[in-house]
């Protein structure tokens, strides 16, 4: 039975009011960020606030810090989790408690795996105890470089944790698909399994493969219970830096917050951009390809 337009634009309406309120949240940060707060009698649009938070030396820190964490965690996680799924492909059958388990960290939030990060890999952590048992007096010397450190070791793992899981539920089921008599052919001319996979699933696969690796980095970069919970003092990522100013005791703060998170946005629109782009290009080349 066809839905009529009423029954239809009654369904949208709950998206209509939900896009509403997240356009206009986005529009008055922007607003904001440009030092326009008539609350606070400030009314003159200016860019002072985005030239001194792109002039301090903080800023550019945080910045670095938090691409780090977003290439980091998003090239490690796809090539583990391409490598899990490489080994899974050879499976005629994959077990179904594989599958459950696979599913489980995907479900868990962030700041429970935080958590476990700090009680499994901290000095005074699980694992430093069970080693320290074992007879290793010096392990927790260790485990000193794995979470709040400099280099973001713990959240990175974290995002391991979580990631990885994701790219083999996001890419298994495609790759499963795939016509298993292309690799066979590959394989009758002299590859092995896993040139096989190298040359021929994984180009079938590439725009999944892509998308889960965009959906990782735009996470990580902009996300911030991880490096809350698990990132060093200095320096913060972005979010962090973000959050810190918006809990500014003088709301007059508030449009240096507003500035690092419109500088998040302007970062992730590019990529955003480069990615859509890609994706178009990637279109165009398969349909001249088919032609010929």
Known sequence: MRSSKKEIILLLIPQFIMTLFLITGILNGLLQSFGVMPSVGLLQPTFAYYQEVLSSSMTLRSLFFSLWLAFASTLLSGGIGLWICYLFINQDQLPGWVQRII????????????????????????????????????????????????????????????????????????????????????????????????????????????????????????????????????????????????????????????????LILIISLIISLIFFYWSEYSSKKEKKNEKK
């Open 103 to 262: 599913r489980i960290p995907i479900i868990v939030p962030h700041i429970v795996v935080a958590l476990f990060i700090i009680l499994l890999f901290t000095p005074t952590g699980w694992f430093a105890r069970i080693f320290y048992a074992l007879g290793f007096e010096n392990i927790q010397n260790f485990f000193r470089y794995w979470v709040f450190d400099p280099y973001g070791n713990g959240i990175i793992l974290g995002y391991l944790w979580k990631e990885i899981p994701f790219v083999i539920f996001f890419t298994l089921a495609l790759m499963r698909q795939i016509d298993t008599s292309l690799g066979e052919a590959a394989q009758t001319l002299g590859a092995s399994r896993f040139q096989s996979f190298l040359h021929v699933t994984l180009p079938l696969c590439k725009k999944t493969i892509v998308s889960a690796l965009f959906i990782i980095f735009m996470f990580t970069f902009s996300a911030y219970e991880m490096p809350a919970l698990l990132g060093p003092t200095l320096p913060k990522s972005l979010p962090e830096l973000a959050y810190i100013e918006y809990t500014h005791p003088d709301f007059a703060n508030r449009p240096y917050a507003m500035a690092i998170n419109g």
